[in-house]
């Protein structure tokens, strides 16, 4: 039980990798809140982990709206009485297709888009600090993106935010080094989740998409799973990584290195077969 009698809030938790690490956490013996802007996917998480022994409790949390934070916040500290672990999961391009190159979107989804994917992350790190600090104990956890550092697709407002985290969660280390809070990174690889659905919808079109970008993206040649990224995360929020902070670990199958030498061009692909 590496997380026993722990205290995690994991934002974006309904689905995908913030479930997977609900589940991680929960079955180390953590107790969790999850949290996302969907409700019913969130009470259907913690339902599935009370079922299965685990304590959670779910919280409607949209990271954007300060209001829902802090009752959030308040929520969890009046069922669990403490916060020790905050997984800043919740982020993507919700309600936009993929393309994000220059001269593509206006100021407002600019904004949207850094809104979800950074100044929401700062937000509910603000809102957790204070109970951390008087403990002087806490693990932060940031998600970013394989292209905040190698991008093979044009996303500028997605990757420019998910760059900012990795620098976010740097100065929370040293500023946050004193207190014995720790922060650390994860950038993911291409992860197969709900996330790729406003991109291709589940089928054999995305089927062979994911087995080309693998095939030529991906050193071990396959799509990550929320578990391998879960897997991580317990690491970097347990006591397994006590002297880690300010950290970037790469989960990709072991990109951004080349596993043939081409650069896989998402975007030309897409284009190719009219998907896009
Ligand atoms: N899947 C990938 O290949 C991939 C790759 C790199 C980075 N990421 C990042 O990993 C994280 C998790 O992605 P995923 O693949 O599990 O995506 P997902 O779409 O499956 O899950 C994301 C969750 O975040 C929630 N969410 C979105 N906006 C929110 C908001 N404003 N407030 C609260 N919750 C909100 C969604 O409702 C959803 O449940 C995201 O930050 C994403 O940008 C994903």
Redesign the pocket.
């Given at each position: 039980m590496l997380l026993k009698d722990k205290v995690a809030i994991i934002?974006?938790?309904?689905?995908?990798?913030?479930?997977?690490i609900a589940h991680k956490f929960a079955a180390e013996g953590c107790s969790v809140a999850v949290?996302?802007?969907?409700v019913a996917?969130?009470r259907a998480v913690a339902e599935e982990i009370k079922a299965s022994g685990g304590k959670a409790l779910s919280a409607r949390?949209?990271?954007?709206?300060s209001s829902?934070i802090e009752e959030t916040v308040a929520k969890v500290l009046d069922e669990f009485g403490t916060i020790d672990i905050l997984v800043?999961?919740?982020?993507?391009?919700?309600g936009t297709h993929a393309t994000g190159a220059s001269g593509t979107f206006g100021e407002d989804e600019w904004d949207r888009i850094v809104?979800?994917?950074l100044k929401?992350p700062w937000m509910v790190t603000e809102a957790v600090l204070p109970v951390m600090k008087e403990k002087r104990t806490g693990a932060l956890l940031f998600?970013?993106?394989?292209?905040a550092v190698s991008p093979v697709v044009s996303v500028l407002h997605?990757h420019s935010a998910?760059a900012g985290v990795i620098g976010l969660s740097l100065n929370l280390a040293f500023e946050l080094a004193p207190f014995n809070i720790r922060s650390n990174t994860?950038?993911?690889?291409?992860?197969?989740?709900?996330?790729?659905?406003?991109l291709l919808p589940a089928g054999p079109e995305r089927d062979a998409f994911f087995s080309a970008l693998s095939k030529h993206e991906v050193p071990l040649e396959r799509?990550?799973s929320?578990e391998d990224?879960a897997g991580a995360a317990l690491f970097l929020c347990s006591n397994l990584s006590s002297f880690v902070t300010g950290q970037t670990l790469c989960v990709a199958g072991g990109q951004p290195m080349m596993s043939n030498g081409a650069v896989f061009n998402i975007e030309r692909y897409l284009k190719e077969r009219g998907l896009l």
């Open positions: 934002t974006g938790g309904a689905k995908g990798m913030g479930r997977g949290c996302d802007i969907d996917g969130v949390m949209d990271i954007t709206k829902e800043n999961n919740a982020g993507g391009v919700p809104s979800i994917n929401g998600i970013s993106s394989m292209g997605y998910k994860i950038v993911p690889g291409p992860i197969e989740t709900p996330f790729w659905d406003s799509m990550g929320a990224i």
